[in-house]
């Protein structure tokens, strides 16, 4: 049987070990992008309760909470633990140009999405271009 050695995970998991502190919130990975007149945020958060998943909208600040708790297993010998519990957060800066009214929110197999709507007056329009030339045209 040969076991091997990776230093740079060890490296990586000492790291983890020392500055993230157990109380410190764990970002969450996100995908974020516009489809036509909308934003759309996708956030992972596998294994989280939706009932503990908070959205809040203060001034332009859009914020996510979650917490993963992880149940109590006494008596067990653990061989490996790489999933994370606690708080979760990650915060994102809302321009002028969002409809902060609209915004919604479902979460569906570990998937968080936000679908944040463009304000009407953010959205593309065509604006007539007016001339003499073209009024003289057009009074004739």
Do not use: C, N
Request: proline share 6%; aromatic share 8%; glycine share 8%.
């Amino acid at each position: 049987m040969t076991l091997s050695f990776d230093p740079l995970s060890q490296l990586d998991r000492f790291a983890a070990s020392v500055f993230d502190s157990p109380r410190a919130p764990r970002r969450m990975p996100v995908d974020l992008y516009r489809d036509g007149d909308r934003y759309v945020l996708h956030a992972d958060l596998p294994g989280i309760d939706p009932g503990s998943i908070d959205v809040d909208v203060d001034g332009g600040q859009l914020s996510i909470r979650a917490e993963r708790t992880m149940g109590a297993q006494d008596g067990v010998r653990w061989f490996a633990r790489e999933r994370e519990s606690g708080s979760f957060l990650r915060q994102f800066a809302l321009g002028d140009g969002v409809d902060i009214e609209r915004i919604s929110a479902s979460y569906d197999s570990g998937v968080l999405s936000i679908i944040i709507p463009v304000s009407e007056r953010a959205k593309a329009r065509r604006i007539e271009v007016d001339s003499p030339d073209r009024r003289e045209q057009i009074d004739a």
